[in-house]
């Protein structure tokens, strides 16, 4: 079964410290993935997404990805975190004519 | 374009009440979803739709009627809510380039 798994559950960082949130997924052939944001209260936003291409996709307010196939990982980076970047992620992915599936989130605290 | 719009965007039921929560996409997208997001488990699939009069079952459908007579429209029928429902819901619609796009969500009460 298809499925995308998140590394951490909770992760709590200083303002200015460097951000990695693993995601693995499971999907065989050609894959899109992506990450998104859900800043308390509100909704989900797309911050990347990858389709083919470029192995490192960059995003929205200064996050990246890299797709790397052979450890099957797209995981969500940051240089330098700011309060405002506090916020739940979710990985999420499908492949082909599938229905996207999320991993189960990850939540940022980032203190000031 | 006003995206992905969901009615009503909070909602207290008693055990055993139905309702219908509503959502709309004015972008001529013919997937559509809806998930359930609860804590800790992320965004589950509950229905989803592939076209007017298409539809099917995702990850967590029981409870839970769709209907998809038009392209615009794809509402998420609760038939006798129980306490487990109790959840954020979120309706989305994909774009031919793979894109999903989410609406603001309702937050659903079950007594």
């Known amino acids: 079964a298809q499925s995308v798994s998140q590394h951490n559950h909770h992760v709590i960082l200083s303002e200015a410290a460097s951000l990695e949130l693993g995601c693995n997924y499971s999907y065989g052939g050609t894959v899109n993935l992506f990450w998104y944001v859900q800043y308390p209260g509100q909704h989900l936003q797309l911050l990347l997404k990858y389709f083919s291409g470029d192995p490192l996709v960059k995003g929205i307010k200064g996050f990246e990805a890299e797709f790397i196939k052979s450890k099957f990982s797209f995981n969500l980076r940051k240089p330098s975190v700011q309060w405002s970047d506090t916020a739940e992620y979710f990985c999420a992915g499908y492949s082909g004519y599938s229905t996207l599936t999320f991993g189960k989130g990850t939540m940022l605290l980032v203190s000031p | 374009n006003a995206g992905v719009t969901q009615t009503p965007k909070f909602q207290v039921l008693k055990t055993g009440q139905s309702m219908t929560l509503q959502c709309a996409q004015d972008m001529n997208h013919e997937y559509m979803y809806w998930y359930r997001q609860d804590p800790g488990m992320g965004l589950r699939l509950i229905h989803y739709s592939v076209g007017a009069g298409i539809t099917d079952q995702g990850e967590v459908p029981n409870g839970y009627n769709v209907s998809r007579s038009t392209t615009e429209d794809f509402p998420l029928r609760l038939l006798s809510a129980a306490p487990s429902q109790t959840s954020v819901y979120f309706c989305?619609?994909?774009?031919?380039?793979?894109?999903?796009?989410f609406g603001p969500g309702t937050r659903l009460t079950v007594l």
């Open positions: 989305a619609s994909r774009e031919t380039s793979g894109r999903e796009f």
